[in-house]
């Protein structure tokens, strides 16, 4: 089931020195293990009526909480995409968590 990979989290903080220019990056939150998900037709419709589509639905496991602040993740698949979340769905009977993922456009730099 956990055939996915290691997705990992990330939120976006300013990494500027004090006093200089304001430089928005990705800061590395924490890690989990996922599996992709099959979505429903509910689902697809939903997000087409908010004008938003999504890119897919990942499972991620053994996780009661996801890290504060953080809104985007990048996939352990060698491509680097980037991804912001979009939906949460907490699955307490299976100790996991669905989200739903938009792939990103305009691309973050990623602190070290």
């Known amino acids: 089931m956990r055939d996915g990979g290691i997705l990992r989290f990330y939120s976006l903080q ?3 020195s ?7 990056r990705l800061v ?3 890690s989990a293990w ?3 998900r099959t979505s429903g ?3 697809r419709y939903e997000s087409q ?5 999504y890119d897919f639905v990942v499972r991620c496991f053994n996780m009661v909480e996801i890290p504060e602040n953080t809104r ?3 996939l352990d698949d060698g491509t680097g995409t980037q991804y912001q979340i979009d939906n949460t769905e907490r699955m307490f009977e299976e100790d996991a968590v669905d ?3 938009i792939r990103l456009d305009d691309l973050y730099e990623v602190a070290e």
């Not at 004090?18 to 928005?24: E, I, L, R, S, V």
């Open 34 to 36: 996922y599996a992709y």
């Open 28 to 30: 590395e939150k924490g």
């Open 49 to 53: 009526g908010a004008n938003r589509e």
């Open 41 to 43: 037709v509910v689902r």
């Open 18 to 24: 004090a006093g200089a220019m304001p430089t928005d």
């Open 72 to 74: 985007y993740v990048i």
């Open 99 to 101: 989200l739903t993922l």
């Open 14 to 16: 300013n990494t500027a």
